[in-house]
């Protein structure tokens, strides 16, 4: 019902930027929390950074001043603007989104989109 496809990865030299974005389509109300993670090989996946549907934004401790999430509410999408890349950075970046389905009876349902890879070499 509800598909949520990321865009942008790709492989990119340290200190070098990219831009992750991702698209909500289906039928739904609305979309309330929306956010970019993580996952590197051996590791579990992580939260990179979140944002409200009325724009506040949350960010891991790694990301916070590299990382700039942002939406558009209009058109479903939230992307993940990541400058000043590391090696560490590598991993599959995953879209998630909490969608509100309807109003009457409330039926709210957590979307994942099938990931982006992201490969920062040194």
């Known amino acids: 019902q509800v598909h949520l496809v990321e865009s942008g990865g790709g492989l990119v030299q340290a200190g070098g930027s990219l831009r992750l974005s991702c698209a909500a389509s289906?039928?739904?109300?609305?979309?309330?929390?929306m956010g970019w993670y993580r996952q590197a090989p051996g590791k579990q996946r992580e939260l990179v950074a979140t944002?409200?549907?009325?724009?506040?934004?949350n960010y891991a401790d790694s990301a916070k001043g590299r990382f700039t999430i942002s939406r558009d509410n209009a058109k479903n999408t939230v992307s993940l603007q990541m400058n000043s890349l590391k090696p560490e950075d590598t991993a599959d970046y995953y879209c998630?989104?909490?969608?509100?389905?309807?109003?009457?009876?409330?039926?709210?349902?957590?979307?994942w989109g099938p990931g982006t890879q992201v490969t920062v070499s040194s």
């Open positions: 944002i409200t549907s009325a724009g506040f934004t």
């Open positions: 998630n989104a909490e969608v509100k389905l309807s109003l009457s009876p409330r039926v709210v349902t957590n979307y």
């Open positions: 289906g039928i739904f109300f609305s979309i309330n929390d």
